[in-house]
């Protein structure tokens, strides 16, 4: 393939690329600059950007948000190398997808026992044990001794529908609340609850109606301009003036949080924010749905984030590294307070694997 001039013979990055390829801010492109003319500790050659450019022309990017140039040829537990030979250690874990390392070998021998049984079966119409081995192991180890039910679903972003629904359905009540800066990804239930940039929702009609947006406990990045605690929590001030003035708190179906808003920045609400939300919700019957799709199976330190605020929610969505980085169905779980049905509908098959997983987890969070 003829490459384009500009990427022609290259052995460094040159900060025309660098700006190409990512979505970098000036001051991270500045500093990567510096770090390859100091270091050289990266080569690329036309071979990578031969399969950028294929990419490009043939791949729509809407569903892209591409970092860096690196074509990914083998990743074994945190060490990613790409097709140059080039070796990076994986602090993204694949977007928090493979908590427990690249391949880890419990997790492949799974997959393998599990494929040469069988592949699928759906276990909407008949039965498979791995599953509800699964669902009883995800009870056991999420917050909350109340009676739970398991639902599952494609994907981090169809269990935050799934969320949606369940609580809806549930309370018979409309209104649901999120937050500014939120990410619950991007199915349109799940855009319709994402407070994260309107890139995310320019040009797009077809999203939920009654749903609100109020701040998150930001002390990094105040909207009020205030610290913690002399602000008395401003940011809790404005969701209760809401529901005194303008929404009907009785019409609220749920609350859906990051429990650490992950996007956003990586930000952790005080805890007496919590505090008063769960008093707040519980008083008017809200649900709260934490979106741990990010933040869990040990992404944070504890198990869920959940646990660092002794936080009990009442439907908790799952997803990402559940499955270790498989593109397998039945990410999605919902975990809820009632015995209702919640007839969320498209199950899917769990790979014994993921058992696995789950107890391998603290060992690898320690090991970081
Ligand atoms: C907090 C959060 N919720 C939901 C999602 C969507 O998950 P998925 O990409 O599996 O649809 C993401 C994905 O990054 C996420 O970080």
Redo the contacts with the bound molecule.
Sequence with gaps: MKLSSKFSSTTNYTRKQINLYTKLTSRGVKYLNNQIAKEKFVKVTDKTYSIIEREKEHMSFTTRVPYYPLVVDKARGSIVTDIEGNEFIDFLSS??AVNTGHNHPKVVEAIVGQVNKFIHYTPAYMYHEPHIDLAEKLIEITPGKFKKRVAFGL????S?DGAIKAARSYTNRKKIISYLRS?????CG?ISVSGYGPDMKRKINSQLSDIEFIPYPDCYRCISNQKYPSCNLTCFKYLETLLDTVIPPEEVAAIIL?PIQ??AGVITPPQEYYDRLVDLCRRHNILIIA?E???GFGRTGKMFACEHFNLEPDII?L??AIASGMPFKG?VKLLFQSAEELGTGADELIEAGEIDDIDGLYGIHRGL
Excluded: L, P
């Excluded at 994907?155 to 169809?158: D, I, K, V």
């Excluded at 990410?183 to 199915?187: A, P, V």
């Design positions: 977007a928090a994907s981090g972003s169809s935050v990410y619950h990804g991007t199915t799940a990051e992950g996007d979106d799709v990010q933040t969505v997803g990402k990410k």
